[in-house]
């Protein structure tokens, strides 16, 4: 489970990134 969130976490990292990029 805290593999999962953590995975989750990473994610929604570089999708911020991504936004912040554009």
């Given at each position: 489970?805290?593999?999962?969130?953590?995975?989750?976490?990473i994610?929604?990292?570089?999708?911020?990134?991504?936004?912040?990029?554009?």
């Amino acid at each position: 489970m805290s593999k999962l969130s953590k995975i989750l976490g990473i994610i929604q990292n570089i999708n911020q990134v991504r936004i912040y990029r554009m």
